[in-house]
């Protein structure tokens, strides 16, 4: 899930053995790293041999910076998905430089997104993704459910807490907006769990009978 499901879409589209692939509240481009100070955040958080990927969004964009300084100086939780939606209003055409080539997959994918997502706006992020499986016509079945009034915790498994909307981050020092209603979390992870169940259990096992995968 969130820079999982990042990574997720970008080991389908890296190693042909992957058989499936299920990525919750992705991102469609390849993002910075995480860290406790802003150095980290103008380094890519990906390489593949060594070889970095491209950076989205590009670092030290001042709104962001601000938004972020005033959330920590009066502990309220920092919402994150505007500085996203404004980065893709700005990369235009380009956002192409950052995108993970998710129709080079070998194998079926789903992805999940929360559309009240406050941490990142993954309905968007994960609409990238979909956008270049359908323009290039994926053989293998694919699939983007995104759920109304859903945050970006609302897809953990069922009959866990989902009254809590915002948290601290075990990295970055601030308490981040996760999003979401509580019914609307918990109507999207029941609803979504049993998907994951029987889309991996339909494409490992078959698969598995076709001597692929072991």
Known sequence: MSRGGEAALLIGASV???????????SGVTGNGIGADVSAMAQSAWTLKGVPFQVFPPPGDPLTMQEAGLAIATGTPFVGAPAFLRALETSGARINDYAIPVERTRGAILMMSGEDD?????????????????????????????????????????NLPTTSTSGRHQVVPMSLAFGGSARGNAVASADLWPRIIRFLRRHLEAQAGAGICG
Not at 133 to 155: D, I, K, N, T
Request: proline content about 10%; glycine content about 4%; some cysteine.
């Open 16 to 26: 042909p053995e992957v058989a499936a692939v299920v990525a919750l509240v992705p």
């Open 118 to 158: 406050q941490l990142w706006a993954s309905a968007r992020l994960a609409e990238i993704a979909e956008k270049r499986l359908q323009g290039a016509v994926f053989q293998y079945e694919f699939e983007h459910r995104r759920y109304p009034l859903a945050g970006h915790f609302a897809c953990l498994p069922p």
